[in-house]
């Protein structure tokens, strides 16, 4: 499945609904989300929820939830910063806190999306400015307080004939052997495999995606992309 969200509006499906963020966080209830690319879900009938406190600090620019619902991660363009959020109640933009619980300086100066692996044992950050993916590990699983050291990829503006220029939209597919890249400038979907899964460093181009769409900003788990 894939998610293409509008311009400048990173989101996320939840259990229980659809998730987006800019200067807070929305949530789109009912059945179903307004999302392109999700085999089974449609724009219509879609219904809006709540939308939670705005963020401190503002400016968030990519979302992914905890595997159980009780925590955002949002990264930051103007902190260069990964913030995790906690929701007292799962999956429940009401009970969200504005106030971040944990945080991970990021090495780009314009980070756009983020990622947690299927496991939760680590994050990943898509840089726009570097065209790079930042990975940390986490001895917790979910828990971004419990980060190592960052680990950079190559350019992936090197790994690509037509070059990642615009590296934007950020997701995996469930066992970690792909990584999919949206760039906004080509309005392409890039697949890289990764030989060892989940690891950035074994990344090689697989293919250059030859359906365009209008400004792509967010991937959502790739499981056909």
């Known amino acids: 499945s894939s998610i293409i969200g509008p311009k400048q509006t990173p989101s996320r499906l939840g259990a229980s609904g659809f998730f987006s963020v800019n200067s807070a966080l929305a949530e789109t209830g009912a059945n179903t989300w307004p999302v392109v690319g999700l085999r089974g879900y449609k724009l219509q009938n879609a219904s809006f929820t709540s939308q939670a406190s705005s963020l401190t600090p503002a400016n968030g620019r990519g979302i992914d939830m905890s595997s159980n619902g009780t925590s955002v991660i ?122 060892t899964p989940w690891d950035i460093s074994s990344s090689s181009l697989s293919y250059d995606s030859s359906t365009s769409f209008s400004i792509p900003t967010t991937l959502s788990d790739g499981t056909y992309a």
């Open 74 to 195: 949002i990264c930051m363009h103007a902190t260069q910063t990964l913030y995790q959020y906690p929701f007292s109640t799962a999956y429940d933009s009401t009970t969200f806190s504005n106030t971040a619980d944990a945080t991970i300086s990021l090495s780009d100066t314009r980070p756009f999306d983020c990622r947690f692996s299927s496991t939760g044992h680590k994050v990943y950050v898509s840089g726009n400015n570097d065209k790079k993916i930042e990975s940390f590990s986490l001895s917790t699983n979910y828990d971004i307080s419990t980060a190592g050291s960052g680990t950079l990829s190559s350019s992936l503006s090197t790994l690509s004939s037509s070059a990642v220029t615009n590296l934007i939209g950020l997701a995996f597919k469930p066992d970690g052997s792909k990584m999919f890249i949206a760039d906004q400038a080509a309005d392409k979907v890039f697949s890289f495999s990764m030989s």
